[in-house]
C-alpha cells in the first residue's frame, strides 16, 4: 500500500514536470550571459547596457561597496566588473535610463521573486559551496541569496552577510538553536572559535541538516572528535547510530551536551534488572551512590562510545 | 610517531584571512564599539594594544573556560590588509601570547589563487581545584602510595588515608590546529583546491574508572593525540554543467592508547579483588573517501544533481589482554588485533524542475551505508572489571551496520511574488544489524507556508508530521542481555511526531522591526511498555530591533523554551520481580529556559566618542519526577532537587578617537554563573573520598568575576 502510494507521488510529480514542459512560460528575468567579455574598447559593448559609470551618476551610494566587494574586481575574469559591471547582475540598464520608475526595467533584487533572484547569482557562482543549492533545505523554504546576503550595504565583515555576525543572522530564523548557544553547556560558538557554518553549510549539502562535512551526522562529530570514529571492537549501537541520540551539539544545560542527566538518560533505554532499572532519589545522593552523583553511569562505563579492549562489553574497560 | 606540521606548504601559502575575520570578536573581550573615522584613503592596518585584569570569586576555570582571561598585558584584534588592483594581503592576530591566541594570514589574486593559513589555539579549562591522590610515573599510569593501599587493604584504614597524599592542580586541555588552504582557478571553470589541516589535542580531561559499583575512581586521563585531514578537489563548473572529484583523507594518532590504575582498595591481586585496572583508550585510526559529484541544467530550469561517495574506517590497533589482574588465568584472545574495517557508501540524487514560473518541484534520494565489516570478536568469557570471569551473554562483538535510504518529494506553489506554498513528503527506511528491530520506516509529511522579501516582514509556518514503525522485531536481542522484551529503545522505535514552527518579523516603519516565534513538538511512542514514551516541546520568542542611522542600534530578544519527558521502567532484580508490574515507575522531566539577549550599540554618543552596551542571561530549572503507580509496591522515592543554572553577562565598551588613527578604549564586563546540581554540585561533592568513589571534585561551581580592560587603538 505504501509503494503503491509513493509511485502514486511520484507520476503525478513527473507527470507535472512532463506537461509544464511541453509549454514553458517564459522567464520573469533572463540570466545574464556569463560568458560576454568586456571590451575596453566600446565602452556599450552590447546594446542596452550602459557601464557602470552611466549608473553610478545616479546610484552614487553603492560604488565604494561594490568596488570594494569581490564583484568589483576586474582582474577577477569572473567578476561583474570584469563583465557588464553592475548590468551583470543588474541586466541592461537602457531601459532603467529611459523611465526608472518601471520596476521590470532593470532587475530590482528587492521587487523579484526569491527563486528569481537565485537564478541570478548561481548563473555565475556555480561550483562549490552553492553546487547542493537547488533542492536544499533553504531552498525548499524559498530562501534567496539575498535572503543572508547583501552586496551593497552588508554588516558582516566578511561574506557579506546582513547581520553582524553569522550567528546574529541564522538566529533571525533559527531561534531555538541560537539560544541554545547561550546555556551553559556549549561549545566554543560565544568566545568566536566556531561559527553556525563551522557544522553547517547554509549553501547546500549532501549531509543530512545541512551539515557540511561527511554524509550522515556522525561523520561530521568526527571531523573534530575523531577519537570517537573507530569503528571499535565494541559498538555502543545508540551513538553508532547518531551523536544527537543522546547530545544535543548547539548547547544543554547537562554536562557533556547531553539532553538528560544521568542515570535518567541511560534508563531510557536500559530497563534490565539491577542497577540499571534502580530509582536513584535524593537518598542515592545522600549516601553518594556513584551511578547518579559526580559522572552518573558514566563513573564506571566511562568507554561509553565504544571500547577496544576485548573485556568492553559493558563499556567498563 | 608525533607527525610533523608541513611547514613548507604553511611556508608557501598567503592568502586573505577568510576564517580570521569573519570570526567577530566575542563578549571577551567585548565587541568594541564603532569607529567614528572619517572619510579618507582607507588604513591598512589596526591594533589594539592593552591589558585586562578580572577579579574572579569562585570558578575561575568555569569563567574561563575556552578563554585565557590570566591578567596582564595584551595584543589583540590585530588586523593588516593590504590590496592592488590585481591581490589582496590579509593578516591578523587575535589575543596574542594566550592560550587561546588564533593568527591568520591570507593571500587571493583576484580570479586565480586563494591561500590562507590560520593556527587558532581552544583552551578548555576544567577546574582550578582538581585534587587526587594518584601520581602518574608515565603518562597514562596513575598510582597510590603502596603503604595506603596495604593498609586500606588489612583495614587498617579506610580510603580516607588518601587524603595525606592529595595534591592540587589545574585540570585543562588544549586544541591547537594548524589549517592551510589553497584554491588554484585552473582556468575560467576549473578549480583545483587542497587542504590540510591538523589538530593536536593535549592535556588532560576528567575520566571515569571503576572496580564494581562500590569502587571507582576519578582520573584525570592525559590527552595526547592529533589528527591530520587533508582534502584534494577538482572541480570544473559553469553555469550549465559541474563535475567534481575529491579525496578526503584522515589520520587519528592517540600516543596514549590505556589507562592502568591502582585500585584504592587492594595492594595485592586475587580473584576477585584486583590490584589495578586497565582501560583501553582510543584507537589510532583512519579515514579515506573518495567522492564524485555532478550536476547539469535540463530544459524547463530543470537541474539534475548526483553525488557518490566511497570511503573506508579502518582501525587495527594491537588489543590489550583480558586482565592485568596476575590472579587470572590468562585468557587466550581471539585474534591479535582490532580489525576493524567499516566501509561507507553515500549516494544523493536529486531532481530540481521550475517548470512554470509559479511551481517548483524537488525529487530527492539518498542513501548511507555503513557496512561494518569488523569480524566478529568471538569470546566466550570475558573478565569484568580486572575482577572475575564473566560469561558473555552475546558471545562476543556485535559489529553494528546499517543502510539508511531517503527520499524526498517536495513541491511548492508560489501565488503571488513573495509567498510560496509547499508541500512535501519524506520516507526515510534503515536496515540495521544487532538491534531489537531489523528495519525501521518513518514516513513524514510536512507543510509550509512562506511570505519573504516583503518590505514590511515576513512570515514561516511549517507543520511536519511523522510516523516510524519498526519491522522484524527481535526479542532475544532484549531477553539475552536481560532486558524487559518490551522494551523499545527510543532512537529506532515506533514514534508519532508532529511539530508546528511559526515565525513572524514585521517592519511597521524602516527602523524598527518586531519579530515573534513559536513552536509545538509533540513525540509519542506506542507500543514500548518500557523507554522513553513522551518527547515534547514549546517554544516561543519575542524580540524588538531599532537603527537610528548614526546614533542607535538597539537589539533585544527574550526567549523561552519548555521540553518535558516521559519515561518508563520496572525496578527489580532477576526472578519474580521481573515480571511484577508493580514494581513500575516513571520518570516525568520536565525543562524551563529563559533566555535574554540584548546589545545597544551608540557610535555618536559624545563627540568623537562611540559606545556599547549588551546584557545576556539565561535561566534554566529542570526537575525529574519519579512517578509510581498506586497500587505500587517500591518504597516512595524522596525527591530529588532541582537542576538550575544561570548566566548572565553585562558587558560596557566605550571607545574614544583622539584622531583619525589613535584612539583609546576601556571595556567592563560582568559574569555570573549559579548553578544547583544534584550531581556535581559542592554540597554534594563535598570531598574527594567517599567509600565508593574517589573523584577529582571537578564541580558545577559559581562564580563571580568583574573583569576591566583599556586598550590604545592605533590604526595605519
Redesign the interface.
Known amino acids: 500500500m505504501?509503494r503503491a502510494v509513493?509511485s502514486t507521488?511520484?507520476a503525478v510529480?513527473l507527470g507535472?514536470?512532463v506537461?509544464?514542459?511541453a509549454s514553458?512560460?517564459a522567464?520573469?528575468q533572463a540570466?545574464p550571459a556569463?560568458a560576454a567579455v568586456r571590451d575596453p574598447a566600446n565602452p556599450r559593448p552590447t546594446a542596452g547596457f550602459l557601464g557602470a559609470d552611466t549608473c553610478v551618476a545616479c546610484h552614487d551610494e553603492v560604488e565604494k561597496s561594490y568596488l570594494d566587494s569581490?564583484h568589483g574586481?576586474?582582474?577577477?575574469?569572473?567578476?561583474p566588473a570584469?563583465l557588464h559591471q553592475c548590468e551583470t547582475c543588474h541586466g541592461p540598464g537602457e531601459k532603467h535610463l529611459d523611465d526608472p520608475t518601471v520596476n521590470t526595467s532593470i532587475r530590482k533584487f528587492?521587487?523579484?521573486?526569491?527563486?528569481e533572484v537565485t537564478?541570478v547569482c548561481?548563473?555565475?557562482h556555480?561550483?562549490?559551496p552553492h553546487?547542493?543549492w537547488?533542492?536544499s533545505a533553504h531552498?525548499?523554504?524559498?530562501?534567496?541569496c539575498?535572503?543572508c546576503h547583501s552586496m551593497h550595504t552588508p554588516k558582516?565583515?566578511?561574506?557579506h552577510l546582513k547581520a553582524?555576525?553569522?550567528i546574529e543572522l541564522c538566529?533571525?530564523?533559527h531561534?531555538?538553536q541560537a539560544?541554545k548557544i547561550?546555556?551553559?553547556v556549549h561549545m566554543?560558538l560565544?568566545?568566536?572559535?566556531m561559527?553556525c557554518s563551522s557544522c553547517h553549510e547554509p549553501h547546500g549539502s549532501?549531509n543530512?541538516r545541512l551539515l557540511r562535512v561527511g554524509?550522515?551526522i556522525n561523520?561530521a562529530c568526527v571531523?573534530?572528535h575523531?577519537?570517537?570514529?573507530?569503528?571499535?571492537?565494541?559498538?555502543h549501537?545508540?551513538g553508532?547510530?547518531?551523536c544527537i541520540?543522546c547530545h544535543d551539539p548547539h548547547g544543554s544545560?547537562?554536562?557533556r551536551l547531553l539532553v538528560?542527566?544521568?542515570p535518567?538518560l541511560c534508563?531510557?533505554?536500559?530497563?534490565?534488572?539491577?542497577?540499571p532499572?534502580?530509582?536513584y532519589?535524593?537518598?542515592s545522593?545522600q549516601n553518594?551512590?556513584?551511578?547518579?552523583?559526580?559522572?552518573?553511569c558514566?563513573?564506571?562505563?566511562?568507554?561509553i562510545h565504544g571500547?577496544?579492549?576485548?573485556?568492553?562489553?559493558?563499556f567498563?574497560? | 610517531m608525533r607527525t610533523r606540521i608541513c611547514l613548507p606548504l604553511v611556508l608557501s601559502m598567503l592568502a586573505m584571512a577568510h576564517v580570521a575575520a569573519a570570526q567577530q570578536p566575542t563578549p571577551a573581550p567585548p565587541a568594541a564599539a564603532a569607529t567614528t573615522a572619517a572619510a579618507a584613503a582607507p588604513l591598512a592596518g589596526e591594533a589594539d594594544f592593552g591589558g585586562h585584569a578580572s577579579s574572579i570569586s569562585g570558578d575561575a576555570a568555569r569563567f574561563q573556560k575556552y578563554r585565557d582571561l590570566r591578567n596582564g598585558p595584551t595584543l589583540d584584534r590585530a588586523r593588516y590588509q593590504k590590496s592592488r588592483e590585481r591581490w589582496e594581503f590579509n593578516a591578523a592576530l587575535e589575543h596574542a601570547g594566550y592560550r587561546d591566541q588564533r593568527y591568520t594570514a591570507g593571500f587571493n589574486q583576484y580570479g586565480k589563487l586563494k591561500a590562507s593559513f590560520q593556527w587558532d589555539q581552544i583552551p578548555f579549562f576544567y577546574s582550578t581545584d582538581t585534587r587526587t591522590p594518584f601520581t602518574s610515573p608515565s603518562a597514562g599510569v596513575f598510582r597510590l602510595a603502596d603503604a595506603f593501599q596495604t593498609a586500606v587493604q588489612s583495614a587498617s584504614a579506610t580510603t580516607a588515608i588518601y587524603a595525606a597524599d592529595v595534591r592540587r592542580f589545574d585540570l585543562r586541555s588544549q586544541r591547537n590546529i594548524a589549517d592551510a588552504r589553497l584554491d588554484y582557478r585552473a582556468t575560467r571553470t576549473l578549480d583545483l583546491r587542497v587542504s590540510f589541516t591538523s589538530t593536536g589535542r593535549t592535556g588532560a580531561q576528567p575520566w571515569g574508572a571503576s572496580f564494581g559499583q562500590s569502587n571507582a575512581v576519578e582520573l584525570a586521563a592525559p590527552i595526547d593525540r592529533r589528527n591530520n585531514d587533508m582534502n584534494a578537489t577538482a572541480e570544473w563548473s559553469n553555469d550549465r554543467a559541474m563535475a567534481r572529484l575529491a579525496y578526503d583523507g584522515s589520520w587519528f594518532t592517540n600516543h596514549v592508547d590505556r589507562l592502568i590504575f591502582d585500585n584504592p582498595l587492594r595492594a595485592t591481586d586475587a580473584v576477585g579483588l584486583p590490584s589495578q585496572g586497565q582501560q583501553a583508550q582510543w584507537p589510532d585510526s583512519t579515514a579515506h573517501t573518495v567522492s564524485a559529484a555532478g550536476s547539469l541544467a535540463l530544459p524547463a530550469r530543470t537541474r539534475a544533481f548526483g553525488y557518490v561517495s566511497v570511503g573506508s574506517w579502518l582501525q587495527n590497533d594491537a588489543l590489550l589482554p583480558f586482565t592485568i589482574n596476575t590472579a587470572i588465568a590468562p585468557l587466550l584472545l581471539s585474534r591479535p588485533t582490532a580489525e576493524a574495517d567499516a566501509r561507507i557508501v553515500a549516494m544523493n540524487y536529486r531532481l530540481t524542475s521550475r517548470p512554470m514560473t509559479k511551481l517548483w518541484l524537488n525529487g530527492q534520494f539518498k542513501s548511507y551505508n555503513y557496512d561494518n565489516r569488523t569480524p566478529r570478536f568471538l569470546e566466550a568469557q570475558y573478565v569484568g572489571l580486572d575482577s572475575s570471569l564473566v560469561t558473555s551473554a552475546t558471545g562476543g562483538s556485535e559489529p553494528f551496520g546499517y543502510v539508511r535510504h531517503f527520499v524526498d518529494l517536495d513541491a511548492s506553489y508560489s501565488p503571488l511574488t513573495f509567498a510560496a506554498v509547499r508541500l512535501g513528503y519524506g520516507r526515510e527506511h534503515d536496515d540495521r544489524t544487532f538491534r531489537h528491530f531489523e528495519a525501521t520506516t518513518e514516513h513524514t509529511v510536512r507543510a509550509s507556508l512562506d511570505s519573504t522579501g516583503l518590505s514590511w516582514g515576513s512570515m514561516r509556518l511549517q507543520y511536519e508530521h511523522g510516523e516510524r514503525t519498526g519491522q522484524g522485531l527481535d526479542e532475544e536481542v532484549f531477553s539475552d542481555i536481560g532486558e524487559q522484551v518490551s522494551l523499545r529503545q527510543f532512537d529506532i522505535s515506533d514514534r508519532r511526531r508532529d511539530r508546528l514552527m511559526a515565525l513572524v518579523q514585521v517592519v511597521p516603519i524602516a527602523p524598527l522591526g518586531f519579530s515573534a516565534s513559536a513552536g509545538v513538538g509533540q513525540e509519542h511512542r506506542p507500543g514500548a511498555a518500557f523507554g522513553l514514551q513522551d518527547n515534547d516541546l514549546r517554544t516561543f520568542s519575542v524580540g524588538v530591533d531599532a537603527t537610528r542611522k548614526d546614533a542607535l542600534v538597539l537589539g533585544t530578544e527574550y526567549s523561552f523554551e519548555h521540553y518535558a519527558t516521559l519515561q518508563h521502567s520496572r525496578q527489580a532484580n532477576p526472578g519474580p520481580q521481573f515480571d511484577d508490574p508493580t514494581r513500575d515507575w516513571s520518570t516525568d522531566m520536565n525543562e524551563n529556559v529563559h533566555t535574554v539577549t540584548s546589545s545597544l550599540d551608540l557610535p555618536h554618543v559624545a563627540r568623537r566618542t562611540a559606545a556599547r552596551l549588551a546584557y545576556d542571561y539565561v535561566h534554566a530549572n529542570a526537575r525529574y519526577v519519579y512517578l509510581l503507580p498506586s497500587n505500587t509496591t517500591l518504597a516512595p522515592p524522596q525527591p530529588l532537587a532541582p537542576v538550575r543554572n544561570t548566566m548572565q553577562r553585562a558587558t560596557a565598551d566605550v571607545r574614544y578617537s583622539l584622531s583619525r588613527q589613535v584612539g583609546i578604549g576601556a571595556a567592563y564586563w560582568y559574569d555570573s554563573y549559579d548553578a544547583q546540581d544534584f550531581a556535581r554540585s559542592p554540597g554534594t561533592l563535598d570531598s574527594p573520598f567517599f567509600p565508593a568513589l574517589i573523584n577529582l571534585m571537578y564541580l558545577n561551581r559559581p562564580y563571580r568575576a568583574h573583569t576591566a580592560s583599556a586598550r590604545l587603538i592605533y590604526m595605519w
Open positions: 505504501r509513493l507521488i511520484a510529480w507535472i514536470a506537461l509544464a514542459a514553458p512560460e522567464p520573469q540570466a556569463a569581490p574586481k576586474a582582474s577577477n575574469p569572473r567578476a570584469a528587492t521587487k523579484m521573486a526569491p527563486r537564478a548561481l548563473s555565475c556555480t561550483g562549490t553546487t547542493a537547488q533542492g531552498d525548499t523554504r524559498s530562501l534567496a539575498t535572503s558582516s565583515a566578511t561574506a553582524n555576525t553569522e538566529a533571525t530564523c531561534k531555538v539560544a547561550n546555556r551553559s566554543p560565544i568566545e568566536g572559535k561559527q549532501t543530512v554524509n550522515w561523520e571531523s573534530c575523531a577519537e570517537k570514529r573507530g569503528p571499535f571492537l565494541f559498538e549501537a545508540a553508532r547510530e547518531s541520540t544545560t547537562n554536562d538528560a542527566k544521568l535518567m534508563q531510557r533505554c536500559h530497563i534490565g534488572t539491577r542497577h532499572s534502580t530509582i532519589d535524593n537518598l545522593i553518594k551512590t556513584v551511578r547518579i552523583v559526580d559522572r552518573g558514566v563513573n564506571c562505563h566511562a568507554q571500547s577496544n579492549h576485548p573485556s568492553g562489553q559493558t567498563t574497560r
